[in-house]
């Protein structure tokens, strides 16, 4: 007599079909990230209400409702044919760019020789840039008007906010400086070796090692030339002629304070250079924010 020994056949699970591995995906991956979606659309949500409010008409962007009846694209071309408008755009982007670049020129070397050169007075050297941080622009205002004022006369114009930037700026060249600490030394000296002198290791191995911090304090002054209203209002408000968009659209807001439409219209003009800029450039941002300070 043989005894024979069943084995329970095994269980055949039916194939999950590709659809409901996806939306079980999708689900998977929005229950994991919901914090993060919930702080982005609190973000979002007064963009969307700037743009929505931007094309309603003039009745309705009185009223409670979100969402335009109609479409008023027309209210861009408004605010674009404003007068002065064309004129406010042109100041910002000649204070943005040329600050930037002369902050770029005149930071750039000064961090250099904080982070790789060692002499006698550089720690002195170096809290003398992090006590200018600390100083308040107020403190300054007075006496740096009366000398652009009565000794070199170019209040009513931008010029007292650009020249200034050409000697360097304290925040970028710390920021810099941190940046630079996490170059290796042993590229430099292979320069030198080489036979590449201080300016030449300075173009040639540092400048293209450091792309990430020079995006980010680039993309951190530009943005503060773009939207500085202290500056503007101090020396160019005697001028409308030299008003720039973020002194303008406090203007443009007192003219037109009824027709909210055009007053929201107007401000997403203003804030969409520096939002697309920033969609562009952010992984050199990130990484070159992220990098800054890896060495003290």
């Known amino acids: 007599m043989t005894l024979t020994s069943t084995r329970p ?11 409901t591995a996806r939306r079980r995906d999708v689900l998977s991956w929005v229950a994991t990230h919901s ?7 609190l973000f979002l949500m007064p963009f969307v209400f700037l743009f929505l409010t931007s094309v309603m008409s003039d009745r309705q962007a009185l009223t409670s409702d979100l969402l335009p009846s109609e479409w008023h694209w027309g209210n861009y071309v408004k605010v674009w044919r404003t007068p002065g408008f064309l004129t406010w755009w042109r100041n910002t ?27 006698r007075g ?51 060249i710390f920021l810099l400086r ?3 600490l996490t170059i290796p030394d042993e590229y430099l000296e292979a320069a030198r070796i080489d036979g590449c002198g201080s300016l030449r290791t300075l173009l040639r191995v540092v400048l293209p090692m450091s792309r990430p911090g020079i995006a980010a304090v680039a993309l951190f002054q ?24 973020s002194y303008g659209l406090e203007s443009f807001k007192s003219e037109h304070h009824t027709n909210w439409n055009l007053t929201m219209a107007a401000t997403l003009l203003v804030m969409a250079p520096v939002i697309i800029l920033f969609f562009f450039a952010q992984k050199a941002f990130i990484e070159g924010v992220t990098l800054t300070g890896v060495k003290g």
């Open 9 to 19: 056949a095994p269980v055949t699970r039916p194939p999950v079909e590709p659809t």
């Open 35 to 41: 914090l993060a979606i919930a702080a982005a659309l």
């Open 93 to 119: 982007l000649v204070y943005a760019t040329a600050g930037t670049a002369l902050t770029l020129l005149s930071s750039i070397p000064v961090a250099y020789a904080l982070a790789k050169f060692r002499f």
């Open 222 to 245: 530009f943005f503060y030339c773009w939207n500085d209203y202290f500056g503007p209002q101090i020396y160019a408000s005697e001028n409308p002629a030299a008003w720039t968009l």
């Open 122 to 172: 550089s720690n002195l050297a170096l809290m003398a840039v992090i006590s200018m941080m600390m100083l308040p622009p107020q403190v300054t205002v007075i006496p740096m008007y009366l000398v652009w004022s009565k000794q070199f006369h170019l209040t009513g114009s931008l010029w007292p906010l650009i020249v200034p930037l050409a000697f360097g700026d304290a925040f970028s």
């Open 178 to 180: 941190q940046f630079l």
